[in-house]
Nanobody, 125 residues
Framework: QVQLVESGGGLVQAGGSLRLSCAASGGTLSDYAMGWFRQAPGKEREFVSAITWNGRNNKYLDSVKGRFTISRDNAKNTVYLQMNSLKPEDTAVYYC??????????????????WGQGTQVTVSS
C-alpha cells in the first residue's frame, strides 16, 4: 500500500509562489498516475491537476492553467505542484493522490486509490 505525504504548503501573499511536494513510500511511484486536488472550507474537493506515470501527459483545472505546473521525479518517488501567481481563491487544503490507472489523467476523485493527508495553502490578499 502506498503512503503519500504532502509538504510545502504555507501562507503566501497574492502573486507569490509555492511548490508542493508529495513523497510516496511503500510502493513504486511509476506504477501510478498522480493527481492534485484541493478543498476550500465549505466547498467540495476539486481536481487541480494530474500527470501520467511517465510525465508525458497532464491535465489542469482551467483556473490554474498557466499558473500551476505538475511534474514528477519517479527516481525520487516524488510529485510536485509548482504554483505561481497565487490568488486568494487558491486558498485550500491540497491533497495528492495515486491512481493505479497509470496512463490516465483522471479528474474524478473517486477513481484514485491512495490519498495523502493534505497540506494547507493560504493566500492573503
Amino acid at each position: 500500500q502506498v503512503q503519500l505525504v504532502e509538504s510545502g504548503g504555507g501562507l503566501v501573499q497574492a502573486g507569490g509562489s509555492l511548490r508542493l511536494s508529495c513523497a510516496a513510500s511503500g510502493g513504486t511511484l511509476s506504477d501510478y498516475a498522480m493527481g492534485w486536488f484541493r478543498q476550500a472550507p465549505g466547498k467540495e474537493r476539486e481536481f487541480v491537476s494530474a500527470i501520467t506515470w511517465n510525465g508525458r501527459n497532464n491535465k489542469y483545472l482551467d483556473s490554474v492553467k498557466g499558473r500551476f505546473t505538475i511534474s514528477r521525479d519517479n527516481a525520487k518517488n516524488t510529485v510536485y505542484l509548482q504554483m505561481n501567481s497565487l490568488k486568494p481563491e487558491d486558498t485550500a487544503v491540497y491533497y495528492c493522490a495515486a491512481d493505479r490507472a497509470r496512463w490516465g489523467t483522471e479528474q474524478r476523485s473517486g477513481q484514485y486509490d491512495y490519498w495523502g493527508q493534505g497540506t494547507q495553502v493560504t493566500v492573503s490578499s
